[in-house]
T-cell receptor, first 114, second 119 residues
Framework: AQSVTQLGSHVSVSEGALVLLRCNYS??????LFWYVQYPNQGLQLLLK??????LVKGINGFEAEFKKSETSFHLTKPSAHMSDAAEYFC????????????FGIGTKLQVIP | DTAVSQTPKYLVTQMGNDKSIKCEQN?????MYWYKQDSKKFLKIMFS???????INETVPNRFSPKSPDKAHLNLHINSLELGDSAVYFC??????????????????FGAGSRLTVL
């Protein structure tokens, strides 16, 4: 079984400040990890993903995440928040092989304060 | 535009009615999904089809019946609607399964969602 825990359902940052959204996963086999973003009244879109190889992955809109196996974490960061970053962010996990489900965390709502 | 499109975007109906949501993708993907997002934004997979074959069927009331006439379409029919069915239903697709995809198989492309309100 696999699962994802997102710490903090709401995160507020000031415009220009560092964004840090936390995600820890549980998986009995090597995971694939994802971050998705959902803007109001829209579907989710992929920000970035980790499968194998380099543990620091870069995504769209200046976001990046680092896979840390020892900490079972995949935290999402952005050096400087923009107003347009205000959205709901979902961490997700799946595994390789067969008909594997993608399991989502509960989401973290990011508020950017001007 | 290449996309996952679902209709209708909004659906308001009375308890006990039957309704359908349609989904189409023109990405050439082999696998399609239905997800339910509740009022707290929690996303839960309901069904998945790979090339018209049902491969994931979560614990969902049998009032919910998916149908995939071809690999580009996945529809969701709901019978005897209940208040608890109110949610946003998302259709999604992905490339498929197998080691050649290096994780892209598990990357989901979502539709814009269908907000169902049961009164």
């Amino acid at each position: 079984a696999q699962s994802v825990t997102q710490l903090g359902s709401h995160v507020s940052v000031s415009e220009g400040a560092l964004v840090l959204l936390r995600c820890n996963y549980s998986s009995s086999v090597p995971p694939y990890l994802f971050w998705y973003v959902q803007y109001p009244n829209q579907g989710l879109q992929l920000l970035l993903k980790y499968t194998t190889g380099a543990t620091l992955v870069k995504g769209i809109n200046g976001f990046e995440a680092e896979f840390k196996k020892s900490e079972t974490s995949f935290h999402l960061t952005k050096p400087s928040a923009h107003m347009s970053d205000a959205a709901e962010y979902f961490c997700a996990v799946s595994t390789f092989g067969g008909y594997q489900k993608v399991t989502f965390g509960i989401g973290t709502k990011l508020q950017v304060i001007p | 535009d290449t996309a996952v499109s679902q209709t209708p975007k909004y659906l308001v109906t009375q308890m006990g009615n039957d309704k359908s949501i349609k989904c189409e993708q023109n990405l050439g993907h082999d696998t399609m999904y239905w997800y339910k997002q509740d009022s707290k934004k929690f996303l839960k997979i309901m069904f998945s089809y790979n090339n018209k074959e049902l491969i994931i069927n979560e614990t969902v009331p049998n009032r919910f019946s998916p149908k995939s006439p071809d690999k580009a379409h996945l529809n969701l029919h709901i019978n005897s609607l209940e208040l608890g069915d109110s949610a946003v239903y998302f259709c999604a697709s992905s490339q498929g399964w197998g080691e050649d995809f290096r994780g892209w198989a598990n990357v989901l492309t979502f539709g814009a969602g269908s907000r169902l309100t049961v009164l």
